[in-house]
C-alpha cells in the first residue's frame, strides 16, 4: 500500500494548473446539490462513478471549490505509480490483487476518517464506460462506515457533447445515506442496495442532461 503524502504548498499550486486545465479541456463544469449536503462536514465519505481519467480531477476541482475539507482518496497502484503527484494531493494506493494489501488500505482508509478527514471513493474500482449497468459496485465503501455514524455522499459525474466542440461536465451531489439505512442483513445485500440507489441517482442525472433540465445547475469553471 502506498500511503499519500500530501504537501499544502504543492495543493495550492496544481489547484492553480487543474483550473486552467480543467478550462481548456471542458465547455464547462456544472453543479447541483440537495441542500442537506452543505450541512455535512468532516469526517465523510464520498463516493463517485468511475468512467473517464478525468474523473479525479474533477474530484480535485470540487473538493477545492466547493467541499473545502482535507480529503483523500484511494486509487488505484497502477494509478498511483504512472502519477506520483496524486499522492500530494491525498490520493493513496490499494492493490485489489493482494488480499492483504487490501486490508492495509482498508485500514488506511478508516484511519484517515477516525482523524476527522474525509474520504473520497470510486466503489467501482476500475474505469467503466458510463453508460455500463450494472455499475458493480465493490464492497468497499460498506466495510469502510459498517457500524458507524459517517455518512455516505453520492456524487454523480455525467460527461456529455452538447452541441459545442468540448464537452461537458455535469456533476450531482445527493444527500447523505448511513450504514443504518442500507438495506439487508449481509454486507452483500447492503452494497447491493447502495448500487441501486446510487443507479437510480446517476441515471436521474443522465435524464436531466438528455432533457436539458440543467437550469439547477451552477457553473463551476
Known sequence: ????????RFDFFFHQFNKHFLRF??????IAAEDSVSLVGSPAL???NHSTWWDALVVFHLNQLVIKQESYVMMHEKGIKEFPFFRKIGGFSVNRENPKDIIRSMNYAKDRLKDGKTLWLFPQGDERHLEIRPLAFLPGAVHIVKNTDIPIIPVCLYYSFTGERKPEVYIKLSKPIFYSQLEGTSSKEK????EDHYTNLLDRLKQDVIDQNTASYSPLL
Open 46 to 48: 464520498f463516493i463517485v
Open 1 to 8: 500500500m502506498i500511503p499519500a503524502k500530501k504537501s499544502k
Open 25 to 30: 479541456h471542458f465547455r464547462g463544469i456544472h
Open 191 to 194: 452494497n447491493q442496495y447502495l
